[in-house]
């Protein structure tokens, strides 16, 4: 994946935070330890998108949710459309539930605003 950077970010500016773990660019991530992060798994609780590669114990810049539009690739093969709900996939990527299910869950990241499906194209989503 590389470098990444979001699709609009406004006056967003991204932080840094040591890897806890090999990150690729692009990956959802979440706090694994003090100030460091790893990509996320399903369900986890993320707090942006990795910025760029980096390696255990480098560190990297990470992109946070709010307000910021991102694009990711769905997990697997699962299709997200514009209007569902995203959470946090498996590897750093994203998935959908339903929207009650997951805000109750506290597991809500944003909303789809274009849809795509896994292993073919990226989807578009706001933070929230």
Avoid at 99 to 118: E, F, H
Wanted: charged residues 10%.
């Amino acid at each position: 994946m590389s470098d990444y950077q979001p699709v609009n970010c406004s006056d967003t500016l991204p932080f840094t935070k040591t890897a806890g773990a090999t990150i690729a660019g692009g990956q959802l991530v979440t706090i694994s330890a003090d100030n460091t992060v790893s990509p996320c798994t399903t369900g986890d609780h993320s707090i942006g998108v990795a910025a760029h590669d980096a390696s255990t114990g480098q560190r990297v810049t990470v992109w946070p949710l709010d307000g910021v539009i991102h694009e990711t690739s769905p997990q697997g093969v699962v299709a997200i459309s514009a209007g569902n709900p995203v959470i946090a996939g498996t590897t750093g990527l994203i998935n959908t539930g339903t929207l009650a299910t997951v805000a109750a869950a506290g597991t809500l990241l944003g909303i789809c605003t274009k849809g795509g499906t896994g292993g073919t194209s990226k989807a578009q989503w706001i933070g929230t």
